[in-house]
């Protein structure tokens, strides 16, 4: 299972560190990453980090994201900065061993999916 942590309520400007914790048996596969689906919209990538520790960004967060995984715990972290009110949705957790490890689309190739964890900025 995949569970997330972290999502709340912040002021544009702000940070938030959000963190999806690995449980049960289920053992780290390849590629992991985060989804977001705001308020009527479609859900869209925003980062992916494989194995090897490379990492992908949807343009619309780069330089501002950062997506890191701690192997020996775990865990996916997801550190938001500079939020804007257009970062506000809820944020997945997502995990697979799809062919390229980027967040294309709308998540599709990816197995495994947490419930969410919903980040407001105003």
């Known amino acids: 299972q995949l569970v997330e942590f972290g999502g709340d309520s912040v002021q544009a400007g702000g940070s938030l560190r959000l963190s999806c914790v690995v449980t049960?048996?289920?053992?780290?596969?390849?590629?992991m990453g985060w989804y977001r689906q705001g308020p009527g919209q479609e859900r869209e990538g925003v980062a992916a980090?494989?194995?090897?520790?490379?990492?992908s960004y949807a343009d619309s967060v780069k330089d501002r994201f950062t997506v890191s995984k701690d192997t020996n715990a775990n865990t996916l972290v997801l550190q938001m900065n500079s939020l804007k009110p257009e970062d506000t949705a809820m944020y997945y957790c997502?995990?697979?061993?799809?062919?390229?490890?980027?967040?294309?689309?709308?998540?599709?190739?990816?197995?495994?999916w947490g419930r969410g964890t919903q980040v407001t900025v105003s």
């Open positions: 997502v995990a697979g061993e799809p062919s390229t490890c980027r967040p294309d689309g709308s998540g599709s190739q990816f197995k495994y």
């Open positions: 049960g048996t289920f053992t780290v596969p390849l590629c």
């Open positions: 980090i494989d194995d090897d520790g490379s990492t």
